[in-house]
């Protein structure tokens, strides 16, 4: 082949890439032409058809509001809260009522129309007990603008249907188009007002935020991913109590439908639907017979302090009474009374009136666990009081503990002494000489003196201003003045008043040392005294004993909690049981040796000084079953004034379950089947 074919062959070979070169790039062009012009489509032409669908295929979850639990008393029969099914109407909107540029909405006459048929048939069906709903109230429900709810949420009209009225809806739903009758339920409480401060009552969520759990749980519903978890404006929520205390266990979780919802965000149908989820229930260590009965006692003894002198004189001003009753062993709490209280079931609708407030101010709070000062009217005391001589058995295992004296030591006690420069005199109570005395004897007789010389004297020598610390630091080991670890919301911590700068430390160390410096509740008063009984063990006092779920099925069983112990030799313990043993009228004839100490405190109230009644107990003596705190404010001497409602608390517990573990109402039982036959 010669060169001039070689140059002919090249060109030809380099025109062929050229052409294939230019087609190449020639259908590149097109297929990317194409797809502009797709895109093009799509973005201006198709585009807004497609927002349309893909707007009209968005699901929403609407909350279906959960099955509360039920809390029961110790029998695991009689129910304390409790929730019982009601109907109740609801109306999805379809169509666009809401104002249009600030103008009505043409539709309006519509929903009018709905609501002046809805009037109609509420004023025809409804119960002598029902509200009347006005035709502005209904349309007021309806919510039309959507500022409660988003527009894809039903609408509550009226709760708790007539079966007349839900016969008829259900018959006519037809013409009432996105009307739903939805089963739901109201919160009920024992009619007899058992323990009503500590089972506690609801509120609506949207009117509950002020509590700091529902502030973070207003926070996470905002992100909720769990539909089941999503608390919505108007569910019934725990606001105090165990109903608050126990509120995630209790609440269960939320049904829900899963809505279609189309760009207006209106419904266009329900895709499915979740059932709520019961919540657990719990079992409550509340017996309720003994509590009853508990409660009665204190208001007999007040009812009795205003028609007998104490002291010689009548008692006006006890209008209130506290008692705690805690077993020993376990720190189960029988009974715990706030009196006088009021019937819970007010609270139904979630709200109460301005009235009904006035009615229950001086007794909804939980006067147990809680303090609140005596109100100007005198309608209540106060009702966390000084100690006074309840606190000189921990006096006396101090002084013990600290090497002050021993079980042996004699004191000569001669009805008063002095403390400080100005010699500043103090003395027993009506000025009694009591002579010789042993530790016991000092704890039997509420010697006053006895407790200034030998421990608050005598730890201000032995520490000086430090005393104060050490003084603070038994007490707390005793539950005076921290937390007792009871399962209720807002325990208040009792004052410290040795604490106040004010006076000396001497001064204060004296006025400790026989109950005049430390305010606590009826609560830590129960765990000092279970402490006094079981020798030095601080038990968690406990209010629930198991959570069930709705099958009955144990879910978690409460196992009695040691919080502490202190460490005392077995011999201060039984001196100081020993002492526990004034005499008390109101446990004459009383089968059981049981330890027991009165006392009564002195404070000013209203610019004048008023005796608390005090007293504290445990029974048996020599195997502590039970330990019982009671305080009556303004009731004079504890003997006279809160001892009464101690035995009948035991009395009640003996009945039920048995001090000797006997319960004594199996006994009668047996006696009239026997007298039968």
């Known amino acids: 082949m010669n060169n001039h074919s070689k140059e002919k062959d090249e060109l030809t070979d380099k025109r062929r890439f050229s052409y294939r070169m230019n087609v190449f790039f020639f259908a590149s062009f097109v297929i990317f032409s194409v797809i502009i012009v797709r895109l093009a489509f799509l973005q201006f032409v198709e585009g807004p058809e497609l927002s349309q669908e893909e707007a009209s295929n968005i699901t929403k979850d609407v909350p279906l509001a959960p099955v509360r639990g039920t809390i029961y008393d110790s029998t695991g029969e009689v129910k304390l809260a409790y929730s019982k099914p009601i109907q109740s109407l609801y109306l999805t909107l379809y169509k666009n009522y809401g104002d249009v540029n600030g103008q009505p909405s043409p539709n309006f006459p519509e929903a009018q129309d709905i609501a002046t048929r809805l009037h109609d048939v509420f004023e025809q069906y409804k119960t002598k007990e029902s509200e009347s709903l006005t035709v502005d109230q209904i349309i007021e429900a309806m919510d039309l603008n959507s500022r409660k709810a988003n527009g894809f949420m039903p609408r509550l009209i009226k709760s708790d249907l007539s079966e007349e009225e839900v016969a008829y809806f259900l018959q006519h739903k037809d013409e009432f188009t996105g009307i739903q ?72 979780k939320s049904g829900y439908n899963s809505v279609d919802v189309d760009l207006r965000n209106l419904p266009e149908g329900v895709a499915g639907s979740t059932p709520p989820e019961k919540g657990y229930d719990l079992i409550t260590s509340i017996n309720k017979n003994v509590q009853v009965k508990t409660e009665q006692a204190i208001l007999d003894q007040l009812s009795w302090l205003h028609t007998h002198p104490v002291s010689g ?59 609140f000062p005596p109100d100007d009217s005198r309608k209540r005391a106060e009702s966390v009081v000084l ?240 330990a019982v705190a009671v305080v009556i404010p303004e009731g004079g001497f504890g003997s006279n004034s809160a001892a009464p409602v101690a035995r009948a608390i035991f009395d009640a517990y003996d009945e039920e379950f048995g001090l000797d573990g006997v319960p004594k109402k199996d006994k009668t039982e047996e006696t009239d089947e026997t007298a039968t036959q």
Not at 202 to 217: A, C, I, Q, R, W
Not at 410 to 425: A, K, W
Request: cysteine-free; charged content about 25%.
């Open 387 to 626: 100690l006074g001589s309840t606190i000189k058995p921990l006096s006396v295992l101090i002084g013990l503990k600290e090497g002050f004296f021993t079980t042996n030591t004699v004191y000569p006690d001669r009805g008063s002494t002095t403390f400080g420069g100005d010699n500043r005199r103090v003395q027993n109570s009506s000025g009694h000489v009591y002579g010789p005395l042993t530790p016991h004897d000092a704890i039997r007789h509420s010697s006053n003196v006895f407790m200034i010389d030998e421990i608050g004297k005598k730890l201000y020598s032995q520490y000086g201003a430090k005393g104060i610390d050490k003084w603070d630091e038994y007490m707390k080991q005793f539950g005076l003045g921290v937390s007792t670890g009871i399962d209720l919301p807002n325990e208040w911590l009792g004052i410290r008043e040795y604490t106040n700068e004010q006076e000396s430390s001497l001064t204060r160390l004296v006025y400790a040392s026989f109950g005049q410096q430390g305010k606590y509740t009826a609560m830590q008063l129960a765990q000092y005294t279970t402490m006094l009984a079981n020798k030095g063990k601080r038990m968690e006092p406990q209010l629930v004993s198991e959570i069930r779920d709705s099958e009955g099925n144990i879910v978690e069983k409460m196992k009695p909690k040691v919080l502490s112990t202190v460490d005392f030799n077995d011999a201060y313990w039984n001196e100081v049981q020993r002492g526990m043993a004034t005499e008390v009228t109101a446990f004459s004839g009383f089968p059981y040796d049981f330890a027991r100490k009165t006392g009564t405190s002195t404070q000013v109230v209203g610019g004048k000084l008023v005796d608390n009644g005090v007293f504290i107990a445990y029974a048996p003596r020599e195997n502590p079953k039970l």
């Open 181 to 252: 009758i939805v089963e739901e339920s109201v919160r009920y409480y024992d009619p007899d007002t058992v323990a009503v401060q500590t089972i506690g009552y609801l509120k609506k969520f949207k009117s509950s935020k002020t509590l700091d759990k529902y502030k973070e749980v207003d926070e996470a519903n905002k992100t909720q991913t769990d539909p089941g978890l999503v608390y919505t404006e108007n569910e019934f929520v725990g606001f105090d109590g165990l109903e608050l205390q126990y509120q995630d266990i209790l609440r269960g």
């Open 313 to 371: 004189r009548l008692h006006p001003n006890a209008k209130t009474g506290f008692a705690v009753a805690m077993e020993v062993d376990t720190g189960k709490i029988v009974s715990i009374a706030s009196m006088p209280d009021y019937d819970t079931n007010i609270w139904r609708t979630g709200s109460i009136t301005n009235e009904q407030y006035d009615d229950i101010k001086y007794v909804y709070q939980n006067g147990t666990i809680r303090s």
